[in-house]
């Protein structure tokens, strides 16, 4: 069936390179591990966030829009790749950001606040109890100023940001026939699930024949069944006239891993700072604390207990998060 997509700008750096890590394999001993190097689709915009983001504002420019409202944490790359896009696009952007207002300077928010987004904190509880009361404020803040706001939900995280991996499907076809390979598994870091959303609907469309894993980094794996599922029938329902109406999004499996959050989202273990160390300085790869860093840890441990056995091959997409390393540098073993 032919695949067709709404309307996208061209912002990502792609098709991003699909690399074996050979010495971290071996040590793993279990399939021959690829990366798909999504943290390489830019340099301050790297990351998974702006293949999601092509979609989302491509769809505020087609409405008009000239603000880009959004939120995360203090040190989010959707808002720091968000913030940086809208200053490429001529936006205005607003940043939501959930934390203390003397939040150190660094990382994401450095960036953040050196391309002029407006930001507003709240407290963790404040946003969990209000975010809906919050954004809604601000939309219509800006309506009563005579401007056109456009609301991106969590890492860009819905019906529209789905698209950004489902694309990024059509990118592995042509990598692993390229590189004559059948991967069984494909495994990414989930945090607020429109990648691995994106992946398992890409992975069926473009019949990649892999599993679709999600490594939780924050909550547990039934509120990402249930969210996954929520973007995915977002998705059928927004995009029902370019869906092929025989393609069954019901009974896709969602599968979850969550056994490698550790304290809770952006607390890593020193489990954790061990294996960024190890990717570092055996592969050259940069991983972060925060995504990746449990993301691709779990996946090793994984390979040890075997369940990935079934397969010569697996891919890990690496979907960025380098400035989050930064803010967390104390917890680094340096030689
Ligand atoms: C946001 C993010 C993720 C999680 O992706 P979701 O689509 O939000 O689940 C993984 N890795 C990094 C580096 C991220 O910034």
């Given at each position: 069936?032919?695949?067709?997509?709404?309307?996208?700008?061209s912002?990502?750096?792609?098709?991003?390179?699909?690399?074996?890590i050979?010495?971290?394999?071996?040590?793993?001993?279990?399939?021959?591990?690829?990366?798909?190097?999504?943290?390489?689709?830019?340099?301050?915009?790297?990351?998974?966030?702006?293949?999601?983001?092509?979609?989302?504002?491509?769809?505020?420019?087609?409405?008009?829009?000239?603000?880009?409202?959004?939120?995360?944490?203090?040190?989010?790359?959707?808002?720091?790749?968000?913030?940086?896009?809208?200053?490429?696009?001529?936006?205005?952007?607003?940043?939501?950001?959930?934390?203390?207002?003397?939040s150190e300077?660094?990382?994401?928010?450095?960036?953040d606040?050196?391309?002029?987004?407006?930001?507003?904190?709240?407290?963790n509880?404040?946003?969990?109890?209000?975010?809906?009361?919050?954004?809604?404020?601000?939309?219509?803040?800006?309506?009563g100023?005579?401007?056109?706001?456009?609301?991106?939900?969590?890492?860009?995280?819905?019906?529209?940001g789905?698209?950004?991996?489902?694309?990024?499907?059509?990118?592995?076809k042509?990598?692993?026939?390229?590189l004559?390979?059948?991967?069984?598994?494909?495994?990414?870091?989930?945090?607020?699930?429109?990648?691995?959303?994106?992946?398992?609907?890409?992975?069926?469309?473009?019949q990649?024949g892999?599993?679709?894993?999600?490594?939780?980094?924050?909550?547990d794996?039934d509120?990402?069944v249930?969210?996954?599922?929520?973007?995915?029938?977002?998705?059928r329902?927004?995009y029902?006239p370019?869906?092929?109406?025989?393609?069954d999004?019901?009974?896709?499996?969602?599968?979850?891993?969550?056994?490698?959050?550790?304290?809770?989202?952006?607390?890593a273990?020193?489990?954790?700072?061990?294996?960024i160390?190890?990717?570092?300085?055996?592969?050259?790869l940069?991983?972060?604390?925060?995504?990746?860093?449990k993301?691709?840890?779990?996946?090793?441990?994984?390979?040890?207990?075997?369940?990935?056995?079934?397969?010569n091959?697996?891919?890990?997409?690496?979907?960025?998060?380098?400035?989050g390393?930064?803010?967390?540098?104390d917890?680094?073993?340096?030689?």
């Open positions: 069936m032919e695949i067709l997509f709404p309307p996208r700008l912002l990502a750096q792609t098709p991003t390179p699909l690399l074996a050979d010495r971290i394999s071996e040590i793993a001993g279990g399939p021959r591990i690829w990366v798909k190097r999504d943290d390489m689709t830019g340099s301050a915009v790297s990351g998974n966030k702006i293949r999601k983001l092509e979609f989302s504002l491509a769809k505020a420019l087609d409405e008009g829009c000239d603000t880009i409202i959004t939120c995360g944490g203090v040190q989010s790359n959707h808002c720091r790749t968000t913030a940086i896009l809208c200053a490429q696009l001529g936006l205005k952007c607003h940043l939501i950001l959930r934390g203390a207002e003397d300077i660094e990382g994401n928010l450095l960036l606040r050196l391309v002029g987004a407006k930001i507003s904190f709240y407290s509880r404040e946003y969990q109890q209000k975010s809906d009361q919050i954004t809604q404020y601000w939309l219509q803040h800006y309506q100023e005579g401007k056109k706001a456009f609301l991106i939900p969590i890492g860009a995280s819905d019906g529209i789905l698209w950004g991996y489902i694309a990024a499907c059509e990118e592995l042509n990598d692993f026939s390229r004559n390979i059948q991967p069984g598994h494909i495994i990414s870091a989930t945090g607020s699930g429109g990648t691995q959303g994106g992946l398992t609907v890409g992975n069926e469309l473009f990649l892999a599993h679709v894993w999600g490594m939780a980094v924050c909550d794996a509120y990402f249930n969210k996954v599922k929520q973007d995915i029938a977002q998705w329902q927004w029902s370019i869906i092929d109406a025989s393609f999004s019901d009974s896709l499996n969602i599968r979850v891993i969550d056994d490698y959050i550790g304290p809770g989202y952006a607390q273990t020193p489990e954790i700072f061990a294996t160390n190890m990717a570092a300085q055996l592969e050259g940069i991983l972060d604390p925060v995504y990746t860093g993301g691709f840890h779990g996946m090793l441990d994984q390979i040890k207990q075997g369940r990935f056995d079934d397969t091959d697996i891919v890990f997409v690496h979907t960025g998060g380098i400035f390393l930064f803010p967390q540098r917890q680094l073993q340096l030689n």
